[in-house]
Each structure stands twice: as C-alpha cells, then as structure tokens.
C-alpha cells in the first residue's frame, strides 16, 4: 500500500471510531454543473434573503479561493434519521412540527466537535495544516459529498445517501495533505419525483431547482420578514423547517435511527398555546442548546402565531390575541392575521375597533385592513 493510501485508511478508520457514520475524500474543486447551478440560483433570486450566499459565491465555487494550501477535501457525514415517521407531528394541528434535525442537540456542536478530533489525530499522525468546517463557512458541502461518494444531490437539491437516506450531517475536513479521492456518488433517483410532489409550497420549479423563497425551511428559519400571506396556510404547524421532501425519499427505508441520542427529540411535539407565550427570556431557556435558539423570540412567535392561524381551533384564538400587543410588528402582524382565521366577523370587529386606530405599523395595519373579511378566503 502506497503512503498516499495508507493516510487515507488511516483517517478514514480514525473518522470512523470517532462516531462519523460516512468518510469520504474529494478533490478541492467542484463540477462544472455544481458551478454553474449556484450561478442561476443567486440570478434568479432563488436565495432570497440569504445575501451571504452571494457574497461569498466564488469561495463556494473553488476551495482553493477559500483556502490555497488544500489539496484534499475529506468530507465526513453523521447520520441524523429519527425514530419513527417524521412527518407524524403534522397530524397534530394544536401542537408544534420542528424539523427532525432541530429536536435534539444542535448538530454543530456535536459535529465540530468530532471534526476538531479527528483534525487532532490527523495532526497528531501527520503534522501538517488542515482547516475544519462545519455548514456556517462558504463550502459548497453537498456538491462536495457527491465528488467523496457520500451520496448524490437529489431532486429535492439535498444529499441523499444510499445507507442513510435524506439524513446526513455534513462537515469538511480541508488538508494540504494530497489524498487519492474516492469515485464521485452516481445519480439514483431514476423516475421518482416523489420529494417533488410533496412539497406543500410548491418550491421546486424543477427537479434539481430550489426556489428558497417558497420553501418552508427557508421562510420560518431563514426569512427575517413578514412571510407571504398566500404561504401561510400551507405551512400548517411547521413552525421551524420542513422534512416533507426528506421524508418522501424512498432511500430513507434503508436508513437506521442516529447512533447520536443527542440528536433525539428532548420532548414530545409542544402545544402552541405554550409556546407562543413564550417572552425573550423563556424562548432561549426552551431552545438553548438547539438549532431553533438561532431564529430569535420574534420570528419563532411569528411561526407559531401561523401555525395557530392554520390549527382551526377556535380555543387558541385568546392564545393569538395576547400577543396583539406584542412589542414586535412582525408577531403583532401575525397575531392579527391568526385571530382573524378563527373568530367570527363580530369578534374581530370587536378587537379591530379597540386596537386598529392605535397602530402604527403599516404591515400591522394592512393586517387589520384585512380582517373585515373572510379569513378562508384571503390567501
């Protein structure tokens, strides 16, 4: 075995009892169409508020622009597949559905901490430098997974992995160590469009093309403002993320439940009414440690008040109006459009009466413009 093989063994079986579910080693370069598809994405606008894909877009396209001594991309993954059916919290409209990957512990923190472990027995075998990555940096991780044979881009754009399904952790490990690279993941979606179909937002303008601005994952965890009022109903109770496209994936049959019990849900799906209570203080006390702290109080509330909205029980409507004071415009606007979908006329007269004169805020106000009319049929 050549010395350039033997280092590759050896990290990868170091990765491997480290707790990494999948290792694989790449190139510092990316494929022409990997290039050329985030090019039309960021032209068409399909990133939406996400600037920083843009800004740091030819970083993504090269790795060597990122970082000019690697010349070797070991890309780990780590399995996160739940525990029974992903989608069972949508059958529960008075209760909170988070992504299956923001109910436990927050993946960077578990991931860069086996990175950091692995670089140091990588360092401690083979002194040289190496930079580690974990989803915040401009590495393009899944067109990057493919050239390692970690698995492929499916037509949902995420990575989908013939062990593991939809449900891989991604993380880099960028070595100026040259490496062989393993043989690039070939495409095996075949006919199936079943991620395409499910998607309740319709946000794939084809297979293969994203438009985040009507993604669920994007608007409740990315989008700063006021979500569009003709997508709020079909968000129903996702109130952080969206697994509907994962979840479809007939890869996923394969896949075992994550090793990582960290990554598991804390509790059962949280009710609304609970949760949209919830001031500055006690929304990071609930979520500390978790993906969902990220969002801050505001958004999060503007969720849940939309998943109250689309619950159709008429019992939350007082749990929507106490936040129609709200000092946030954004939960304020969202307050009012939730009330409004389940009171009758007469009561949202009522309260627009008491409180529409006051506002100040336009969104807020366009939103009790609204209220004369019937909720089922706006949006």
Known sequence: MSASADAKAAIRAAALDIGFDAVGFARPELAADARQHLAEFLARGYHGDMGWLAARSAERVSPKTLWPEVKTVVVLGLNYAPDGDALAGLALPGHANISVYARGRDYHDVLKSRLKALARRIVADRPGALKVFVDTAPVMEKPLAMSAGLGWQGKHTNLVSRAYGSWLFLGEIYLSLELPPDPPEADHCGACHACLDICPTQAFPAPYRLDARRCISYLTIEHEGHIPEALRPAIGNRIYGCDDCL????????????????????????????????????FRARFAGTPVKRTGRDRFIRNVLIAIGNSGDASLAPSAAARLDDPSPLVRAMAVWAAARLLGKAERARLGAARAAAERDPEVCAEWAKTSQDPQQKG
């Open 247 to 282: 979840a479809a994936c007939p890869w996923n049959k394969f896949a075992q439940t994550a090793r990582e019990t960290r990554f598991a849900a804390r509790a059962a799906p949280p009710a609304l009414a609970e949760l949209v209570a919830l001031d500055d203080a006690g």
